[in-house]
C-alpha cells in the first residue's frame, strides 16, 4: 500500500520551474493590495469548466480557481499533498484514500470536506459525455465512501492506478455544490465556484478573463514556495490571437506575460531583454497516428517507410526553435516512464524506398507510387490549435513526397476533429496530448478499444492495461517503456516533435510556475517594472 503524509516543512519549488527576479513591483511573496498580473493568451479560452478546459488557453485561468486534492512535483513525477494531508493507494489500485486538511472553505464559504470529493465525482460520472477530459480519469468508478468528515475513500470496480496523478490535474479541481448544480455548458462561461487562491470576476469571450485574489486563502500545494493569499491582487487573461501583436504587448508593457510565443519571435525578445521561460510538455509529443484498421496502413511496411522518410531535425530546424526537441520517443523527456528510443527515429529515406518496393509499392509517372491501380495516398487530417502545424505538415508532406508518399492534409478546428476521426474515413491523425503520466498512451492508443486507431496488438494492449493494475511506479515505468518500444517498431504511432511550452516574460517579473503539466500557477505571480 502506498501512503503519503504531508510533513512540516513546505516543499521549494526549483529554481528551473519558479522565475525570480528583481522587479519594482511588490516584494516577491507579499502580497500587495493593488497589483494586477496581465497575462496574453493566444486565444480564447472557450471553455472555464476546469473539467473541459483542455488546452492552454482554457486550463491556465481555470487552474487559478480551483484547488486539486494533490500535487505532482515537475522534477520529480511524485505526488504530494495539497487539499488532502495525506493519501494512500491500495496494492490493487482500486481503492485510493484522502485526508483532507482542516479549515479549508470555497469561495462562497460552503466547507470542503469528504462528501465534497464524493459530490464531485458523482458529478463527473453525472455528465461524463460533456466533461471527457475529467470522465477518463475515472474509468471503472464504483463510489466515493465518505468515512468521517474529512475522510474520503474512492473505490474502482477494476484496478485504475493512474488515477493517484489524475487527483492531482486541475480536470478533477474541486467545485462547490452551487457550480456542481449548474449544467456543464454553462459553467464554462461562470458560475465557477472552487477553494482556489482566485475567484472568478468576469468572462468576456474573445475579450479577457478576470481573477481576483482570495483573501484568507491559506491552503496551497505542498510544492509551493510559500503559503498565505496570492501575491497579486487581480489576474487578467488577455485574448491577443495575433503573435505579432501579443509580442508587442509584451515589447510595450501592455502585459505583463505572454503564451505561445511563436519560434520567430524568440530570438527578438531574448535581444530585447525579456524573459523566454520554457518546458517541454509532458505526454504524446506531436505524432502522425495511423489508422489501422484500412489499408494501406494495415501493412507495416508502409507505416514504417512514412516514419524513416521524416527527418525531425530539419522540421525542428525549419518551422520551430532550438527550444524546441526532436522526438525521442512517443513520451516527451518530461514524462514518467520515457525512454530514449530516438536511434529508430532517425531519418532514412533509402530504407524507406526498400521497405516500399517490398510491399508492393511502385513509383508512378510523377513519383507517387502505386499498387494494383492504386495511389499511395493518405488522408491526414490536423487541427489548428498550435501555430506551426500547417508549416510542420508541409515539410513532412514534402519528405514523404520524396519516398513516394502523398500526404492528402486536411485542417479541422480541434473541437471537430475527433468527430472526424470516429467515422473511420482517414488514414492518419496529426496531434499530441499533455499529461504527465504513461498512462497517456493507453489513452491515446487503446482506451479499452474506444481509440478510433483499430490497435488489436495484444502484447501492446496488455502492457497498457498492465499500467492500471499496479501503484509500484517502477513497475508503471517498466512496462510502459516497453510499450513504447513497440509503438517505435511498429510505427503505430509516428513521433516527430515534442510540444514546449514558451512564455515571454517582461523585466522583473517574478513567480510564474510551470504545474507538471507544464501550465501555469500563479499563486506567486507579480509584475515587473514598468508593466502590469
Given at each position: 500500500?502506498?501512503?503519503?503524509?504531508?510533513?512540516?516543512?513546505?516543499?521549494?519549488?526549483?529554481?528551473?520551474?519558479?522565475?525570480?527576479?528583481?522587479?519594482?513591483?511588490?516584494?516577491?511573496?507579499?502580497?500587495?493590495?493593488?497589483?494586477?498580473f496581465t497575462f496574453a493568451l493566444a486565444s480564447d479560452p472557450s471553455c472555464l469548466n476546469p473539467r473541459v478546459a483542455g488546452n492552454n488557453d482554457g486550463a491556465y485561468p481555470s487552474r487559478?480557481?480551483?484547488?486539486?486534492?494533490?500535487?505532482?512535483?515537475?522534477?520529480?513525477?511524485?505526488?504530494?499533498?495539497?487539499?488532502?494531508?495525506?493519501?494512500?493507494?491500495?496494492?490493487?489500485?482500486?481503492?485510493?484514500?484522502?485526508?483532507?486538511?482542516?479549515?479549508?472553505?470555497?469561495?462562497?464559504?460552503?466547507?470542503?470536506?469528504?462528501?465534497?470529493?464524493?459530490?464531485?465525482?458523482?458529478?463527473?460520472?453525472?455528465?461524463?459525455?460533456?466533461?471527457?477530459?475529467?470522465?477518463?480519469?475515472?474509468?471503472?468508478?464504483?463510489?466515493?465512501?465518505?468515512?468521517?468528515?474529512?475522510?474520503?475513500?474512492?473505490?474502482?470496480?477494476?484496478?485504475?492506478?493512474?488515477?493517484?496523478?489524475?487527483?492531482?490535474?486541475?480536470?478533477?479541481?474541486?467545485?462547490?455544490?452551487?457550480?456542481?448544480?449548474?449544467?456543464?455548458?454553462?459553467?464554462?462561461?461562470?458560475n465557477l465556484i472552487g477553494s482556489g487562491p482566485f475567484v472568478l470576476d468576469r468572462y468576456t469571450k474573445n475579450t479577457e478573463v478576470v481573477e481576483t485574489r482570495r483573501e484568507g486563502y491559506?491552503?496551497?500545494?505542498?510544492?509551493?514556495?510559500?503559503?498565505?493569499?496570492?501575491?497579486?491582487?487581480?489576474?487578467?487573461?488577455?485574448?491577443?490571437?495575433?503573435?505579432?501583436?501579443?509580442?508587442?504587448?509584451?515589447?510595450?508593457?501592455?502585459?505583463?506575460?505572454?503564451?505561445?510565443?511563436?519560434?520567430?519571435?524568440?530570438?527578438?525578445?531574448?535581444?530585447?531583454?525579456?524573459?523566454?521561460?520554457?518546458?517541454?510538455?509532458?505526454?504524446?509529443?506531436?505524432?502522425?497516428?495511423?489508422?489501422?484498421?484500412?489499408?494501406?496502413?494495415?501493412?507495416?511496411?508502409?507505416?514504417?517507410?512514412?516514419?524513416?522518410?521524416?527527418?525531425?531535425?530539419?522540421?525542428?530546424?525549419?518551422?520551430?526553435?532550438?527550444?524546441?526537441?526532436?522526438?525521442?520517443?512517443?513520451?516527451?523527456?518530461?514524462?514518467?516512464?520515457?525512454?530514449?528510443?530516438?536511434?529508430?527515429?532517425?531519418?532514412?529515406?533509402?530504407?524507406?524506398?526498400?521497405?516500399?518496393?517490398?510491399?508492393?509499392?511502385?513509383?508512378?509517372?510523377?513519383?507517387?507510387?502505386?499498387?494494383?491501380?492504386?495511389?499511395?495516398?493518405?488522408?491526414?487530417?490536423?487541427?489548428?490549435?498550435?501555430?506551426?502545424?500547417?508549416?510542420?505538415?508541409?515539410?513532412?508532406?514534402?519528405?514523404?513526397?520524396?519516398?513516394?508518399?502523398?500526404?492528402?492534409?486536411?485542417?479541422?478546428?480541434?473541437?471537430?476533429?475527433?468527430?472526424?476521426?470516429?467515422?473511420?474515413?482517414?488514414?492518419?491523425?496529426?496531434?499530441?496530448?499533455?499529461?504527465?503520466?504513461?498512462?497517456?498512451?493507453?489513452?491515446?492508443?487503446?482506451?479499452?478499444?474506444?481509440?478510433?486507431?483499430?490497435?488489436?496488438?495484444?502484447?501492446?494492449?496488455?502492457?497498457?492495461?498492465?499500467?492500471?493494475?499496479?501503484?509500484?511506479?517502477?513497475?508503471?515505468?517498466?512496462?510502459?517503456?516497453?510499450?513504447?518500444?513497440?509503438?517505435?517498431?511498429?510505427?503505430?504511432?509516428?513521433?516527430?516533435?515534442?510540444?514546449?511550452?514558451?512564455?515571454?516574460?517582461?523585466?522583473?517579473?517574478?513567480?510564474?510556475?510551470?504545474?507538471?503539466?507544464?501550465?501555469?500557477?500563479?499563486?506567486?505571480?507579480?509584475?515587473?517594472?514598468?508593466?502590469?
Amino acid at each position: 500500500m502506498i501512503s503519503v503524509r504531508a510533513g512540516a516543512v513546505i516543499i521549494g519549488v526549483t529554481a528551473t520551474l519558479l522565475l525570480a527576479g528583481c522587479g519594482g513591483g511588490p516584494q516577491a511573496g507579499q502580497p500587495a493590495a493593488d497589483s494586477t498580473f496581465t497575462f496574453a493568451l493566444a486565444s480564447d479560452p472557450s471553455c472555464l469548466n476546469p473539467r473541459v478546459a483542455g488546452n492552454n488557453d482554457g486550463a491556465y485561468p481555470s487552474r487559478q480557481l480551483v484547488d486539486s486534492l494533490t500535487d505532482q512535483d515537475p522534477e520529480t513525477g511524485e505526488i504530494k499533498p495539497w487539499l488532502a494531508e495525506s493519501f494512500k493507494a491500495s496494492d490493487d489500485a482500486r481503492q485510493f484514500t484522502f485526508t483532507l486538511r482542516d479549515g479549508v472553505t470555497f469561495s462562497d464559504g460552503g466547507r470542503v470536506s469528504a462528501k465534497s470529493i464524493k459530490e464531485n465525482f458523482d458529478e463527473i460520472i453525472q455528465h461524463g459525455a460533456e466533461q471527457p477530459n475529467a470522465l477518463q480519469f475515472l474509468s471503472g468508478y464504483r463510489r466515493t465512501v465518505v468515512v468521517d468528515e474529512l475522510t474520503a475513500r474512492v473505490e474502482f470496480e477494476t484496478p485504475n492506478a493512474q488515477f493517484l496523478q489524475a487527483s492531482a490535474s486541475h480536470f478533477l479541481g474541486l467545485l462547490a455544490p452551487s457550480s456542481l448544480a449548474t449544467p456543464p455548458a454553462e459553467r464554462c462561461a461562470g458560475n465557477l465556484i472552487g477553494s482556489g487562491p482566485f475567484v472568478l470576476d468576469r468572462y468576456t469571450k474573445n475579450t479577457e478573463v478576470v481573477e481576483t485574489r482570495r483573501e484568507g486563502y491559506a491552503w496551497g500545494s505542498s510544492l509551493w514556495q510559500r503559503s498565505g493569499a496570492a501575491v497579486s491582487q487581480k489576474l487578467i487573461f488577455k485574448v491577443i490571437p495575433e503573435s505579432g501583436v501579443r509580442s508587442g504587448a509584451l515589447k510595450s508593457g501592455q502585459v505583463d506575460a505572454i503564451g505561445g510565443v511563436p519560434p520567430q519571435d524568440e530570438a527578438a525578445l531574448k535581444a530585447g531583454g525579456f524573459t523566454l521561460q520554457v518546458r517541454p510538455n509532458p505526454g504524446q509529443v506531436f505524432a502522425l497516428r495511423p489508422n489501422l484498421k484500412r489499408a494501406p496502413l494495415t501493412d507495416v511496411r508502409v507505416r514504417q517507410a512514412l516514419s524513416a522518410a521524416i527527418d525531425r531535425d530539419a522540421v525542428v530546424k525549419a518551422v520551430l526553435s532550438p527550444s524546441f526537441g526532436t522526438a525521442s520517443s512517443t513520451l516527451a523527456r518530461t514524462t514518467p516512464g520515457w525512454v530514449d528510443l530516438s536511434a529508430g527515429l532517425q531519418s532514412d529515406p533509402d530504407r524507406a524506398r526498400q521497405l516500399l518496393d517490398q510491399a508492393g509499392w511502385t513509383p508512378g509517372p510523377d513519383g507517387i507510387r502505386t499498387k494494383e491501380g492504386k495511389r499511395l495516398t493518405l488522408l491526414t487530417y490536423w487541427s489548428t490549435n498550435f501555430n506551426p502545424n500547417q508549416a510542420a505538415l508541409e515539410l513532412i508532406q514534402q519528405q514523404a513526397r520524396e519516398v513516394g508518399i502523398e500526404l492528402d492534409l486536411n485542417s479541422a478546428p480541434i473541437g471537430d476533429l475527433q468527430s472526424k476521426l470516429a467515422t473511420g474515413e482517414f488514414d492518419l491523425s496529426w496531434g499530441n496530448s499533455t499529461r504527465p503520466d504513461p498512462d497517456i498512451l493507453r489513452n491515446v492508443y487503446w482506451q479499452n478499444g474506444n481509440t478510433p486507431y483499430g490497435l488489436s496488438d495484444r502484447k501492446l494492449i496488455k502492457l497498457l492495461d498492465g499500467q492500471q493494475a499496479t501503484n509500484d511506479q517502477a513497475e508503471r515505468n517498466r512496462l510502459a517503456g516497453q510499450a513504447q518500444q513497440i509503438i517505435i517498431d511498429e510505427a503505430y504511432g509516428i513521433p516527430v516533435f515534442e510540444l514546449t511550452t514558451v512564455l515571454g516574460l517582461a523585466k522583473g517579473v517574478e513567480g510564474v510556475r510551470f504545474d507538471s503539466y507544464s501550465r501555469l500557477q500563479l499563486h506567486g505571480a507579480v509584475a515587473g517594472s514598468g508593466s502590469g
